[in-house]
């Protein structure tokens, strides 16, 4: 059973940090593009950054590059994203996703992220 399960969400200031993690299970983690998505509301989900494979070659939104940086860890089948600088525009259900070519993406259940004074 295919399982993206993220943690690490919750409420923060605005100029905070925060890391979100996401544990995979179910599939070969190491075969799979991972991202981060973000929804706010009303507005559409959007790709926040990505890590390939193999060699870990990073992609990122415009809106977040310098403040977030995605990462991987394969022996522990994690993906992580850590978030600094965080605005009140960064507020938003944040989900992980993982894509092998050819083959309908994986998510998680998402992570609410909530920046706010």
């Known amino acids: 059973q295919v399982q993206l399960v993220e943690s690490g969400g919750g409420l923060v200031q605005p100029g905070g940090s925060l890391r979100l993690s996401c544990a995979a299970s179910?599939?070969?983690?190491?075969?799979?593009?991972m991202s981060w998505y973000r929804q706010a509301p009303g507005k559409e989900r959007e790709l926040v950054a990505t890590?390939?494979?193999?060699?870990?070659?990073?992609n990122y939104a415009d809106s977040v590059k310098g403040r977030f940086t995605i990462s991987r860890d394969n022996a522990k089948k994690t993906v992580y994203l850590q978030m600094n600088s965080l605005k009140p525009d960064d507020t938003a259900v944040y989900y992980c996703?993982?894509?092998?070519?050819?083959?309908?993406?994986?998510w998680g259940q998402g992570t609410q992220v909530t920046v706010s004074s």
């Open positions: 890590v390939t494979i193999p060699g870990g070659t990073t």
């Open positions: 179910g599939f070969t983690f190491s075969y799979y593009v």
């Open positions: 996703n993982a894509l092998l070519g050819g083959y309908l993406p994986y």
